[in-house]
């Protein structure tokens, strides 16, 4: 094979009803730039088995790939459905970054909230703190909440690429680095 496309597409049909081979299919698939066949495939692997994993893997493809936040949302509620209330913090997470990529700030804040309360110590919930405190403004508090997110995420030597593998968007990461540089100076 090729790549991951072409052994995925050539081993699929002979696991046609295993959730594993369509989900590994997509995101092949998504890599490739393929995006709406790709979605159909996680879609496929979420019908076949609604797990928690399956479902995220279904909201980063909408929200990364397609720039659907509302299908993205539908997908991470979902896996927070199914999420043991005690380890629900990283979806509420990903779900108020969606709706701080929406514009929707409050709903934004309320599920950072829910977050903060389930597991204070989370980094990814504050990741998304970082990048709320700078979409409203507040640059203090973002490097506060910045400065919790890498002290939780074991400060890691690189900020911009944890921020990125967390946030999605390169280019708000820039943005957010160098307002808090600008405001430090």
Not at 93 to 103: D, E, F, H, Q, V
Not at 167 to 175: F, Q
Request: a positive charge; one cysteine or more.
């Amino acid at each position: 094979w090729r790549n991951n496309v072409t052994l995925w597409d050539a081993t699929t049909p002979g696991c046609d009803t295993s959730a594993y081979c369509h989900v590994s299919l997509g995101a092949a698939l998504l890599e490739d730039g393929q995006t709406q066949r790709g979605i159909r495939e996680l879609i496929r692997g979420v019908e076949l088995r609604d797990a928690i994993g399956y479902l995220s893997q279904l909201g980063d493809a909408f929200a990364n790939f397609a720039h659907d936040y509302r299908q993205a949302l539908v997908a991470y509620n979902a896996a927070l459905s199914k999420t043991p209330p005690a380890k629900r913090a990283p979806h509420y997470a990903r779900i108020s970054r969606m709706y701080i990529l929406a514009g929707d700030l409050h709903e934004a804040r309320l599920s950072l909230k829910a977050g903060m309360e389930t597991d204070a110590r989370e980094p990814t919930v504050w990741v998304v703190k970082t990048f709320l405190a700078w979409k409203e403004g507040n640059l203090a508090e973002a490097r506060k909440s910045l400065e919790q997110a890498v002290q939780f995420g074991g400060n890691p030597p690189d900020v911009a690429a944890y921020l990125y593998i967390i946030w999605g968007k390169a280019a708000d990461v820039a943005r957010l680095l160098s307002a808090l540089r600008g405001a430090s100076q």
